[in-house]
């Protein structure tokens, strides 16, 4: 091969590079924690287990019932496992009005009053129509070990075609999971009486 072709197909692939979209990163939100705290309710989430999957930085996108694809430029900006015990804790903080609910990634809390394990059977991402999460979460007392484990599946609409959207989604997914675990966790004598504990949507 002459210099002069090499020397056009190294153009030729830098330009390519070049006009390459970046990368966007995404997490899951959850509210800030309570201004005010009404109680002293110390709560940890985690571990969180997820499907193999989806542990990974892009975005995995369901193309269908056997079919995946993975978004090499729309990622997660930290591990998602990590990212929903993050986002459950913050919206637990918010449900039960505590300052004191955490992920076990930000905090051993070995004296912690409630320890939450969640296991994400299904965690489904489509861009223009929805995202689902389905686990199974485990609410332990510390202090004589007692538990409940219990179901969330929740699928939330994603409003149009953007990661944003989807990214809002799950987020919305995670809230709804925050919420059974709370139910839970009052229906151990943490707060008020539980409503009746869910077992699907």
């Given at each position: ?47 969180v287990a997820i499907p ?55 905090s051993t809390a070995v ?23 389905d686990a199974l979460f ?64």
């Amino acid at each position: 091969m002459s210099p002069h072709v090499c020397v056009a197909l190294a153009a030729l692939a830098l330009a390519s590079c070049a006009t390459s979209p970046p990368a966007r990163f995404f997490t899951l939100s959850g509210p800030p924690p309570p201004a005010a705290p009404s109680s002293t309710l110390s709560i940890v989430v985690g571990p969180v287990a997820i499907p193999a999957v989806v542990d990974r930085p892009e975005i995995v996108v369901s193309v269908g019932n056997n079919e995946v694809w993975l978004d090499e430029f729309n990622r997660w900006a930290s591990p998602l496992a990590d990212a929903i015990a993050v986002a459950t804790a913050e919206n637990l903080g918010s449900t039960l009005g505590t300052a004191r609910a955490t992920s076990l990634g930000q905090s051993t809390a070995v004296d912690a009053e409630y320890r939450v394990s969640v296991d994400v059977q299904r965690f489904e991402s489509v861009p223009g129509s929805h995202a689902l999460l389905d686990a199974l979460f485990t609410v332990r007392r510390t202090a004589d070990g007692k538990s409940v484990t219990a179901r969330t599946t929740a699928r939330e609409a994603a409003g149009d075609k953007s990661y944003d959207a989807l990214a809002a989604a799950h987020s919305r997914a995670v809230a709804q999971l925050a919420r059974d675990v709370a139910d839970a966790t009052r229906g151990m004598g943490a707060t008020a009486p539980a409503r009746p504990l869910p077992v699907n949507r």
